[in-house]
């Protein structure tokens, strides 16, 4: 197997230096003019700080701001971090040992970076926190969903445990609160065909082949509302959403079904009714029967009035 190159920088927040490959084909004179063509959200001015502050290397080093193309080389440098809001929650640990690391994760919380989520994400945090540098998660869970989510501490071991997800070996657990339907019979498999094109936020169900399919049952129901259990058999996009969305029992919570609204993600108020409260799997490397429960509970179920905020 080949081995991933270092990179040239140290991790700075606990993340990688981004890695920029340079075309074998092309006109530019310097790799600055390359960088201000590739890059066209960095302003230029910018990049030419980052030069002159010996932040864009190469494997030799520092590059020089007039440096030539090198057409085939690459470069790495940090990018620069969005103004992010804290999270004010904490991540407890579920389980830990040499291989594995289980939390539980809170609301608001992004699993991995991405967009404005940086370092107010759980696999940041958890890397700073715990001194982990090469902590990366097997799976992951929306931002706006509580629970439990499982990381891989070795480097040797992410692909063995990684791969139970991408073959669904996993038996995944959920718990939601909806409204309650006295008409509609539960429980039932809800199968429909959801897709997620980039850059919209919501994904949709579309007519065709199923690609999504859900277990879901009434636990119990009171005041209008029901706790709701979910088993999903597929990983699609909002798939639990959209699936209980599509029953007309939505989600408490859900800024994006049946409406897309537009709330802040600084506001860390109502959040989404929707916890992973288990995974259980047989461990591909011990063989090891092994189940990890969370120990959150639903607010809008727990404390009805403080969900809907007291007056």
Same mark, same amino acid.
């Given at each position: 197997?080949?081995?991933?190159? %270092?990179?040239?920088?140290?991790? +700075?927040? *606990?993340?990688?230096?981004? +890695? ?11 790799? +600055? ?17 980052? @030069?002159?502050?010996?932040? /864009? ?6 590059? $020089? ?41 809170? !609301? ?11 370092? %107010? ?13 090469? @902590?990366?998660? $097997? ?7 509580? *629970?439990?989510?499982?990381?891989? /501490? =070795? ?10 997800? !991408?073959?669904? &070996?996993? +038996? ?13 019979? @539960? ?12 850059q919209v936020l919501a994904a949709q169900e579309v ?13 119990e129901q009171r005041d209008g509302l029901g706790r ?9 996009? !909002? ?8 029953? *007309? /029992?939505?989600? @408490? *919570? ?11 993600? =600084? ?9 992973? &409260?288990?995974?259980?799997f047989t461990d591909p490397v011990s063989g090891a ?7 959150? &509970?639903? %607010? ?12």
């Open positions: 197997m080949r081995r991933r190159q %270092q990179p040239p920088l140290p991790k +700075r927040h *606990g993340l990688d230096p981004a +890695r920029l490959r340079l075309p074998e084909q092309g006109d530019w004179a310097t790799i +600055r003019d390359h960088l201000v063509d590739r890059l066209p959200r960095v302003p230029a001015a910018r990049i030419d700080e980052l @030069l002159d502050a010996g932040g /864009i290397v190469d494997l030799s080093g520092p590059i $020089a701001p007039d440096a030539p193309y090198a057409p085939g080389g690459a470069v790495w440098f940090h990018r620069d971090l969005p103004d992010e809001t804290e999270v004010p929650f904490d991540i407890p640990i579920v389980y830990r040992d040499d291989d594995l690391l289980v939390v539980d994760k809170p !609301h608001f919380l992004a699993t991995i970076p991405r967009g404005q989520h940086i370092l %107010q994400t759980a696999l940041v945090r958890l890397r700073r926190e715990l001194d982990l540098p090469d @902590l990366i998660p $097997a799976h992951r869970l929306d931002r706006v969903t509580a *629970g439990v989510v499982l990381f891989v /501490i =070795n480097p040797a071991r992410r692909g063995a445990y990684q791969t139970m997800f !991408h073959k669904r &070996t996993v +038996r995944k657990v959920y718990e939601a609160i909806a409204p309650f339907d006295p008409e509609l019979t @539960l429980p039932r498999t809800v199968r429909s065909r959801i897709i997620k094109e980039k007519a065709g082949e199923p690609n999504a399919e859900t277990w879901i049952e009434l636990l709701y259990r979910l088993r999903p058999l597929t990983g699609r996009t !909002h798939q639990l959403r959209l699936h209980m969305n599509g029953l *007309g /029992i939505p989600i @408490l *919570g859900d800024d994006f079904y049946p409406v897309l609204t537009d709330k802040s993600v =600084n506001d860390f108020t109502r959040p989404l009714q929707l916890l992973a &409260t288990s995974l259980e029967a092994r189940r990890f429960d969370s120990a959150r &509970t639903l %607010q809008a179920w727990a404390d009805p009035q403080g969900w809907r905020g007291r007056h």
